[in-house]
T-cell receptor, first 111, second 112 residues
Framework: GEQVEQLPSILRVQEGSSASINCTYE??????FPWYKQEPGENPKLIID?????ERKQTQGLIVLLDKKAKRFSLHITDTQPGDSAMYFC??????????FGAGTKLTIKP | GGIITQTPKFLIGQEGQKLTLKCQQN?????MYWYRQDSGKGLRLIYY???????QKGDLSEGYDASREKKSSFSLTVTSAQKNEMAVFLC???????????FGPGTRLLVL
């Protein structure tokens, strides 16, 4: 099956700076890469996704990059705010249609 | 819009007990999923179903059974609860497998 590695597991950045989370996957047939944000006590919510026919996607302060050759994708949060503090999960959909999640990154924005 | 409901919200069981969790969605989505989330950790796929009466094993299916009785509902059974087990079970659905998944509020399990 697919394996997704997500780093770092803990990330603390100053308010206003950017935060970056990186994920790698193993199955070159994977073609869909969603990112989820989970706040304490809440269920995960999709914040942005990218398909394998794109290398970059941007929406509302979020940028995702996909490097299919390196089997790597990343989330970049620009101009971070306190409300961005949460757990973030990357995921990859393998050729067998299962979605595999990364272990998560706990992001804390320092005021 | 639609909604995913999970029952019960909290579930306390005894070691060795068989426990059933239920999930309903009114999005008319084809695919439904069950995930387990341990405290501070990622999501692990237990079972998913691409249509009514279909069942596909995830990475963590051992110790669980599932049933897709109809398109709108997907139930999960913990076949023998383990002592001191504590986790959140999340149900999700998507139009088709691989599309955006919408999550339910979760069922919190505690086994005494």
């Amino acid at each position: 099956g697919e394996q997704v590695e997500q780093l770092p597991s803990i990330l603390r950045v100053q308010e206003g700076s950017s935060a970056s989370i990186n994920c790698t996957y193993e199955n070159s047939a994977s073609n869909y890469f969603p990112w989820y944000k989970q706040e304490p006590g809440e269920n995960p919510k999709l914040i942005i996704d990218i398909r394998s026919n794109m290398e970059r996607k941007q929406t509302q302060g979020l940028i995702v990059l996909l490097d299919k050759k390196a089997k790597r994708f990343s989330l970049h949060i620009t101009d971070t705010q306190p409300g961005d503090s949460a757990m973030y999960f990357c995921a990859a959909k393998g050729g067998n249609e299962k979605i595999t999640f990364g272990a998560g990154t706990k992001l804390t924005i320092k005021p | 819009g639609g909604i995913i409901t999970q029952t019960p919200k909290f579930l306390i069981g005894q070691e060795g007990q068989k426990l059933t969790l239920k999930c309903q969605q009114n999005f008319n989505h084809d695919t439904m999923y069950w995930y387990r989330q341990d405290s501070g950790k990622g999501l692990r796929l237990i079972y998913y179903s691409i249509t009514e009466n279909d069942l596909q094993k995830g990475d963590l299916s051992e110790g669980y059974d599932a049933s897709r009785e109809k398109k709108s509902s997907f139930s999960l059974t913990v076949t023998s609860a383990q002592k001191n087990e504590m986790a959140v079970f999340l149900c999700a659905s998507s139009i088709r497998t691989g599309d955006t998944q919408y999550f339910g509020p979760g069922t919190r399990l505690l086994v005494l």
